[in-house]
């Protein structure tokens, strides 16, 4: 049976209208001013707006980081992601070693397969670069993984600024996309060597030993790299002004860049490490959460365009596990924030409410932007005949405040316990089907892998 969507303001990137939408199938197949009921059932959307299912293009549902496993699965993960409107993931799947990239992909299918409840799709990392992994980049295209991942910081990670080269050119000749976790890994890695020999153990030497220099150092490396050989590229959770002027400039001079921020870098700043009692160590992430005026640079950004998405980077290890590890020694506190849960409503209340972005504006950050430049538009990230019925039905009123006792995510703790927010997804549609209502997941496990094609603007 059809649904009618009814009584609610169409929102895309560039439009905002009074529109009635039909899901049939997977499928929207009308839009229309006070569409006839006919024998659909009826979803009343008043006063609320009807958005493209969010899209978080950095998650790392389910990871061991070598040492500690994140609190959250895929299974529960995603529960917490589309109950609050995220529709589709785009995970970091991450090879061990001396494994090739089709074993990688293996584990992140069996991974989600049958467990998540939003659709999902991968980024492959390459942390080494060898004749066999140069050999699977055109075969992670034809399964449809057409984004990569490097790292220019940790050592378990990251390659050289050779072997990043010549897997730039592998990506090129394929049309695939690169997005880089930008530090310099060799120099934290001498600051940390120095800090604790110091005696400074505290989770608040984190930031400390990750300055604002050695992220914009990483970017401007990074994108020089990629000039070179003239492949446009993505940079994951750009963190710093000063990462964001080289961007400027680089775009400047006619690169193609991609710039995602993370909400944390948005709304939370680097005094939270001096809190008492380790609790600093609960926000311990790479990049580090920074200053206030990184975070206003970064609004303006937003506002600007010169930031493209905003993605969660969410991975959650409990506070108990960032104190098992981490307690002597800062540097082994396990890294990450939850945050896939939160990121719809922390964006719209610091943003939209505020002022700061429209709605249409807030779309093309959550879910357009990153739709197109991964390759899943128009299947996904805009309302449109045809396109998957993934839909949010986003309350703009609603009142809430996000705590521990009832976030979905699997953590000890959140980063933003207490923190009151405006706006909530009432309903959310996967491909269709109502899948969560009023925050709770009612259909879990009807995610599944999406295939993607490439990105041809890119
Ligand atoms: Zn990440």
Same mark, same amino acid.
């Given at each position: 049976m059809s649904i009618l969507v009814k009584g609610g303001v169409v929102v895309n990137s560039h439009t905002r209208r009074q529109l009635d939408v039909r899901l049939d199938g997977e499928k929207i197949v009308e839009l229309g001013?006070?569409? *006839?009921? $006919?024998d659909s059932e009826v979803v009343d959307a008043s006063g609320c707006f009807i958005l493209p299912g969010f899209i978080d293009a950095h998650t790392h549902l389910e990871l061991n980081n070598g040492y500690a496993d994140t609190s959250d699965n895929f299974t529960t993960g995603s529960v917490a992601a589309v109950a609050k409107g995220t529709t589709t993931v785009i995970d970091m799947a991450t090879p061990d070693r001396g494994k090739s990239l089709a074993d990688c992909l293996a584990t992140w299918n069996a991974l989600a397969e049958n467990k998540a409840s939003c659709d999902y799709n991968y980024h492959m990392s390459i942390i080494e670069w060898t004749p066999a992994i140069a050999k699977e980049i055109p075969e992670m295209v034809k399964a449809g993984v057409t984004s990569f991942k490097m790292y220019l910081a940790y050592d378990n990670l990251r390659t050289t600024d050779a072997e990043l080269y010549e897997a730039m050119k592998a990506i090129k000749s394929v049309n695939g996309m690169l997005g880089v976790h930008c530090e310099n890994g060799e120099i934290i890695n001498q600051l940390q060597k120095d800090y604790l020999a110091a005696g400074k153990t505290g989770p608040e030497n984190h930031p400390l030993t990750r300055p604002n220099a050695l992220e914009a150092e990483a970017v401007n490396r990074y994108l020089t790299i990629a000039n070179t050989v003239g492949l446009a590229v993505n940079i994951v959770h750009l963190s710093t002004k000063e990462s964001l002027a080289v961007v400027k400039r680089a775009r400047a001079h006619g690169q193609k860049v991609y710039v995602e921020t993370c909400p944390q870098y948005l709304t939370l700043t680097d005094d939270l490490y001096r809190l008492p009692d380790f609790e600093g160590a609960k926000y311990v992430c790479s990049p580090p959460l920074r200053s206030q005026a990184d975070q206003e640079a970064l609004w303006q950004g937003v506002i600007a365009g010169d930031v493209n998405t905003i993605s969660t980077d969410h991975c959650d290890f409990d506070f108990a596990a960032k104190e098992k590890f981490? $307690? *002597?020694?800062?540097? $082994?506190?396990p890294g990450g924030l939850p945050g896939v849960e939160t990121r719809p409503a922390i964006v719209y209340t610091t943003g939209v409410a505020t002022g700061k972005i429209s709605i249409e504006r807030f779309v093309a950050l959550l879910s357009e932007n990153i739709a197109k430049q991964f390759a899943l538009y128009p299947q996904k990230g805009v309302i449109q005949l045809n396109s998957d019925a993934d839909i949010v039905v986003w309350d703009p009123e609603a009142q809430d405040v996000i705590s521990q006792q009832t976030q979905?995510?699997?953590?000890? /703790?959140? *980063? /933003?316990?207490?923190f009151q927010t405006t706006g909530k997804a009432k309903f959310v549609f996967l491909r269709g089907k109502k899948v969560a209502e009023d925050g709770k997941v009612i259909a879990p496990r009807t995610g599944r892998f999406v295939f993607r094609k490439v990105n041809q603007e890119a």
């Open positions: 001013a006070d569409l *006839a009921v $006919k981490g $307690k *002597a020694d800062f540097t $082994k506190i979905l995510q699997h953590c000890d /703790y959140s *980063a /933003y316990e207490g």
